[in-house]
């Protein structure tokens, strides 16, 4: 097992409080303390409490993605896969205790001025706008349909997008079970 760095014990330390408390919420010195790390540790990884964030939100991307890969590893269809997305937030739903998307509370937490936040969160969702464009174009629907691949993407999208608000919101995976069934009728 690899030993503890201090920049991990940071960055655990504000992953976890940054989405269970929130980014205003969270002071430097509570991580700091939680992190049982000294003030010249934190400050020679980051040079303020909003690079940490963005440190944050980057990491929160790129495991995002990992864990939905290993989620849905064993999908071997692209109709699997579009309903495994589902099945991946609902997954962490229920493991974060309905706390919704990281992205999502941070953007709403900072100033409209934090051009890098949003920047951040607008990759994060279109990037997974991108896989979901993508697997609807595997489907193969038919030719003559109501809705083009790119129009059903999006609709995809955003009842994936509302199903996750909504559980959050009344602390639920129905919204999301909601949205997957809609989709699955659609396809």
Not at 82 to 96: E, N
Not at 160 to 175: H, N, V
Request: glycine share 4%; proline share 3%; net charge neutral.
């Amino acid at each position: 097992m690899k030993p503890v760095v201090v920049l991990d014990k940071i960055m655990e330390t504000a992953e976890r409080l940054f989405y269970e408390q929130g980014y205003n919420l969270t002071g430097i010195n509570q991580i700091i303390e939680e992190a049982n790390i000294s003030k010249p540790s934190l400050y020679n990884h980051f040079k303020s409490k909003n690079d940490l964030l963005l440190a944050y939100l980057d990491q929160s991307y790129s495991k995002w993605f990992e864990d939905l890969a290993t989620f849905t590893a064993d999908m071997t269809t692209p109709f699997d896969r579009l309903i495994g997305v589902f099945d991946y937030r609902i997954s962490r739903q229920i493991r974060t205790n309905y706390n919704g998307c990281a992205f999502v509370k941070i953007s709403s937490e900072v100033s409209h001025k934090d051009i890098e936040v949003f920047e951040r969160t607008q990759k994060f969702k279109n990037a997974i706008k991108a896989y979901v464009v993508d697997l609807v174009k595997q489907l193969n629907r038919p030719k003559h349909k109501l809705l083009t691949d790119e129009e059903f993407a999006e609709n995809v999208f955003l009842l994936l997008e509302g199903g996750l608000i909504m559980a959050k919101i009344i602390k639920s995976t129905q919204p999301l079970e909601d949205a997957k069934d809609i989709v699955r009728k659609l396809v």
